[in-house]
């Protein structure tokens, strides 16, 4: 599969040494780069790349903005953001997976690890495998006071096994795992979580990870929260 990519970063040195990761690999190619959001915005409207390596801290524009605006730009062929940071705490990374980011991962990522999310996200996929993502999304979420989360009324169309999914989605589990977990074929582990997909309007694992922990259906905890829809 090829892959066009989309670099964003306000430090020269660091775009460069993306820039020679990504174009070493076979079927990945650099299409373009930016120093800041607004510039990243503004070129990836025209290049319409599969994948923007998006810094999240950056002068004029953030990657926070950044993400929201790309992902409003809305197309057939959907650009995916992968968020790329420093700091494996920071509140604005949760805030980029709500906004449409497929996933992130710290500068520090092996070369190797770089490239495999790249092509994850690219394939529509949603990044959810390092376990700093579980852990931003629990830190964040558990400061929200559960009376102040939304809960989706789709959540009542959910069937118990729908749910059960969910809560194994949260936790960051593959399809495969899935179906080990819950003793079903990977088929139809799949079918559930397009059903929960298509069901609560989600984009994609990313979002009804989110979904989970901010309508208490999981517990900043790690386990089962309150089920109740109404």
Do not use: C, W
């Not at 790329?84 to 070369?111: C, Q």
């Not at 579980?134 to 929200?144: A, G, K, M």
């Not at 979002?207 to 089920?227: F, N, R």
């Amino acid at each position: 599969m090829s892959v066009s990519v989309f670099v964003v970063d306000d430090e020269e040195l660091i775009r460069a040494g993306f820039r020679a990761l990504v174009n070493a690999v076979p079927g990945l190619t650099v299409v373009g780069e930016a120093a800041n959001g607004a510039q990243a915005v503004q070129s990836v409207r025209t290049l319409r790349p599969d994948v923007v390596l998006l810094d999240v801290r950056m002068p004029v524009m953030d990657g926070l903005e950044a993400t929201r605006r790309i992902m409003a730009t809305g197309s057939a062929t959907p650009t995916r953001v992968l968020m790329v940071t420093t700091f494996d705490h920071d509140e604005y990374v949760f805030e980029a997976l709500r906004a449409g980011a497929s996933g992130f991962v710290l500068k520090d990522t092996p070369p190797e690890r770089l490239i495999e999310a790249i092509r994850v996200v690219a394939a529509g996929e949603a990044l959810l495998t390092p376990t700093i993502t579980r852990r931003l999304i629990t830190e964040f979420v558990s400061r929200t006071a559960p009376a102040h989360r939304p809960v989706p009324a789709a959540l009542a169309t959910l069937t118990e096994r729908e749910r059960e999914v969910l809560v194994h989605v949260a936790a960051g589990r593959s399809n495969a795992e899935l179906a080990e977990s819950l003793h079903i074929s990977r088929a139809t582990a799949k079918t559930h979580v397009s059903n929960l997909l298509s069901k609560l309007g989600a984009r994609d694992r990313i979002q009804l990870v989110v979904l989970a922990y901010e309508s208490g259906i999981v517990s900043p905890a790690g386990g089962s929260g309150d089920t109740r829809t109404g």
